[in-house]
């Protein structure tokens, strides 16, 4: 079901173009509040990090803070979020936006337009586009080993193993990347992509991996982490923290009653399996909505 509106680089259907398109032309109401704002308010509540859910992600490090993969509706077309809708203060006082890719499950037209245009966006190449239309006026591009300071915080694409297309109309094969963000703490966000040798260049002093481990079915496939792959990209990288990521929040409507270990199970597989593979991780399954703080 849910291939019919996503694309995954298998099981193409024209039909999720034409339901892409309906969706991203429907209003949003953006955030009123502008960079001066968010500047003025401060109140740092300490390094910490919040999964919201599926890939979005709200990083407060050195009083800043960054979103991930902004993703904030009840449902993405068949898909529907498991539990409530995030908070409002999650989109409140952003520094900057990460867009790993174009998946709809990841770059949401209606969500972005939630965020105030003035937030820098950093995303992969070829992407830009497609972000200014969603009203941002600061997208940087960035291809893997390329970096951008923002908000004192300097933040580097990585490599990912992961089709970029939005859907199977698109005339632009962008590309999908993961990112590093670089402070007193040295932070790993993946985005979607499967295991690959090189992430073990990407280990050594690494404070936390916010790592995919599923995603919103019964199954994942190429260019995906499941938690048997994510667990040996955990022993690649060594962090000290893993969060893992991208499971629990959109199952196809009507399917959580009877299949609800697909929402339930893939972290705590993925906890165990690292706990074989790399014992000296600390592993933390965080519930859509909780948080944990990032203090050694």
Known sequence: ???????????????GALVCAIIDSLPMQRSSR???????????????????GHATVLVE???KRLLTDPVLRGGLGPLRRQGGNPPAEVIERIDAILVS???????????LRRLHGEIPVLCPPRTGKFLRRAGFASVTELAPGESETVAGLRIEA????????????SRT????????????????????????????????DLDLALLPVWGWGTSVGAGHLDPERAARA????????????????????GLARWR????????????????????QVEVRVLGPGESTALSR
């Open 1 to 15: 079901m849910g291939d019919v509106l996503f694309w995954n680089g298998t099981d193409r259907t024209v039909y």
């Open 34 to 52: 502008t960079q001066e704002e968010r500047a003025s308010a401060g109140g740092s509540v300490g390094d910490r990090v919040t999964y919201v």
């Open 61 to 63: 490090l050195e009083g």
């Open 101 to 111: 890719h174009l998946h709809l499950d990841h770059s949401d037209r209606r969500s």
């Open 158 to 169: 990585t490599r990912a193993d992961h089709a970029g297309r939005r859907h199977p109309l």
């Open 173 to 204: 094969n962008a590309e999908a990347i993961g990112f590093q963000v670089l402070g007193r703490r040295r932070i790993y966000f993946a985005g979607d992509t499967d295991l690959f040798d090189e992430m073990k260049s990407l280990g050594g």
């Open 234 to 253: 955990t022993a690649l990288l060594k962090p000290r923290i893993a969060v893992p990521i991208h499971w629990g929040t959109f199952f196809p409507l």
């Open 260 to 279: 609800p270990e697909f929402l339930r199970d893939p972290p705590h597989r993925f906890a165990r399996l690292v706990g074989e593979l790399a014992p």
